[in-house]
């Protein structure tokens, strides 16, 4: 039996980002290597420094597409951007202690395990897909809410019905309402 059309494009969004999670994954190495490069004796910092600022530029710019493309499937370590962010420059980097350096590499480290987590996870969903299991793709998790408010807007809602229901109570109980009323009129 083929495949339908929908398990289809389902395959063809899984094998897009299997891809860019790749692409994602190789410049993220390339980032390590220019960084564990910079204190070799002999090598031409400027020309590390302006390979490292590009690599940096596309890194940022690929991991929103990226996250918002993986959706539920997005499992990269939180502290990724930070790390990209952090690193300003390769100068400003060495110039710290070795301490420093050290707990920047360890970062980096969890932050490929990360990627390198989130591309297996996209490789076995692939290949089920393949096989005809149904999967979802770059969807958020479906918790049956119907998708449901933010932390924000409940906290306002419950204001609002708070306030509301004051309101009803002080103006349908004759003796709060007058209670208002008096201290409301010796204000003024």
Same mark, same amino acid.
């Given at each position: 039996?083929?495949?339908?059309?929908?398990?289809?494009?389902? =395959?063809?969004?899984?094998?897009?980002?299997? #891809?860019?999670?790749?692409?994602?994954?190789?410049?993220?190495?390339?980032?390590? #290597?220019?960084? *564990?490069?910079?204190?070799?004796?002999?090598?031409?910092?400027?020309?590390?420094?302006?390979?490292?600022?590009?690599?940096?530029?596309?890194? +940022?710019?690929?991991? #929103? %597409?990226?996250?918002? !493309?993986?959706?539920?499937?997005?499992?990269?370590?939180?502290?990724?951007?930070? =790390?990209? *962010?952090?690193?300003?420059?390769?100068? *400003? =980097?060495? !110039?710290? !202690?070795? $301490? +420093?350096?050290?707990?920047?590499?360890?970062?980096?480290?969890?932050?490929?395990? *990360?990627?390198?987590?989130?591309?297996?996870?996209?490789?076995?969903?692939?290949?089920?897909?393949?096989?005809?299991?149904?999967?979802? $793709?770059?969807? +958020? %998790?479906?918790?049956?809410?119907?998708?449901?408010?933010?932390?924000?807007?409940?906290?306002?809602?419950? @204001?609002? $019905?708070?306030?509301? +229901?004051? =309101?009803?109570?002080?103006?349908? %109980?004759?003796? @709060?309402?007058? $209670?208002? %009323?008096?201290?409301?009129?010796?204000?003024?």
């Amino acid at each position: 039996m083929g495949l339908s059309k929908k398990q289809q494009k389902t =395959i063809e969004q899984l094998d897009k980002n299997v #891809q860019m999670c790749r692409e994602f994954l190789n410049d993220w190495l390339l980032f390590n #290597q220019i960084l *564990s490069a910079y204190p070799s004796p002999g090598v031409n910092k400027a020309q590390l420094e302006s390979q490292f600022l590009k690599i940096k530029s596309k890194l +940022a710019r690929e991991h #929103q %597409v990226l996250r918002e !493309s993986l959706g539920a499937d997005y499992k990269f370590d939180p502290n990724m951007m930070n =790390i990209i *962010s952090g690193a300003t420059n390769l100068e *400003s =980097i060495y !110039s710290q !202690s070795e $301490v +420093a350096v050290k707990k920047l590499s360890n970062e980096w480290h969890r932050a490929f395990i *990360s990627i390198n987590e989130t591309l297996g996870i996209l490789e076995d969903k692939k290949a089920r897909a393949e096989m005809g299991e149904k999967v979802t $793709v770059g969807m +958020a %998790v479906d918790t049956g809410g119907g998708g449901g408010l933010s932390p924000t807007a409940k906290r306002n809602l419950i @204001i609002v $019905v708070i306030v509301a +229901a004051i =309101i009803g109570v002080m103006a349908g %109980v004759p003796q @709060i309402r007058d $209670v208002y %009323v008096n201290a409301f009129q010796q204000l003024f």
